[in-house]
């Protein structure tokens, strides 16, 4: 019995020793923040609860977002340092994500900023392929601040020549044949030196006249418009005189300036000339701008389309009408039998290209070839009438 009682006290014991170990521990590992900051200062204690309660997160903090380059020369190119400050408590981390146009470009130096510390975003900017007139664009750059998750890094301002001409292509839009017309162009030079031009030249001295004069900034200038920051402005006034064939018309001009960085500006005038008691129409055929569009030849196949010309008035039954000029000569053109009755004569006109025709495109108004169908009628109003063609010829 006294054996027992023995073993039954030193088990007792020890369990009693382990189990006070152990209550010691989980009081201990439960309150050693609090017994460690009682044995601290009142500063520490401080800082301590500080540091404790504070979210280790990244912030970013940027002071400028856009930036504006004013006025720049057309074709050039250009850069800014945008600057994002981590003031936050954990790394920040900065990833472009996307940019608004090719043209332009962001470099991140670090992309992993360390608290306190401050990240260059160098924002560069190409023009080249710029036209003028107002610029902007950027990028997205991404960041793990929770409250900043996206920022917008953008350059604006404006891209201009030295001269700048407006309408940048002028316009004689429906002109009855036999009539006289003018219209004004107006150049606007961005240097300090006044815009002076010099040595007009175009190719039809007939139908076509130029004159200039120094002009000023006027009110639709100025209605927040970039042509407000041109230094000098002078004005043209282009006549067009009576004698064009029906059909639309282009003439380059070309006129000298006093600037070294744009010795020469160079613009086209188009337009149309319409006839009361002579008109045209069909597939193809575009009233507003005159031009008759074949479609696609080559392959082997051919483009064809009928045409309309048409005589109104007391005189139309007596209207005669004959292909005088083709251009390129390998277009095939046929006129039917007149028809219709009374104030109503109709000629019936098909183009057509062929399926063996060189390949290549026609474009009117473009840089490439020129195709048009000159006709000559006995209409004294208008004796002749040039239809322009525009189509392609794809490869065989």
Known sequence: MARTLLIAFL???????????????????VNAWQLESEMKSYETLAEAIRTRTTNPNAKALIEETIHNF???????????????????TADLILTLDRMTCSCTDIIITPTRVPPGRTATCHLQYNAEQAITGKFSQGGIIRTNDPDNREIYLSVEGIFTNSVVVQPTAPNFARVVGGTTRTLNVRFYGFEDEPLQLSAPMWGDREHFDFHWEPAELNESDNDGHY????KSVVEGTITLKPGLPVGSFREPFQVGTNYPSQPNVIFTVNGQ??????????QGYNRSTGVADLGKAGRGRSAARELSIQFTGLSAQSASVQVSAVEPAWLRTE??????AGPLRIFPLTIEVPENAPAGGFLFGGDGPQAHVTLETNDETMPV????????????
Not at 72 to 83: A, N
């Open 273 to 282: 000339i319409v006839s009361g008691n002579v008109s045209i129409s069909g």
């Open 70 to 88: 004013g006025l720049k020369d057309v074709k050039s190119t250009g850069s800014h340092d945008f600057f994002i400050r981590n003031v936050g």
């Open 227 to 230: 042509l407000s920051l041109a």
């Open 335 to 340: 006129l039917a039998p007149p028809r219709g």
């Open 385 to 396: 009438l040039k239809i322009p063609l525009q189509f392609v010829v794809e490869i065989q």
């Open 11 to 29: 088990v007792s014991t020890v369990l009693g020793v382990f189990l006070g170990f152990g209550t010691a521990h989980s009081f201990l590992s």
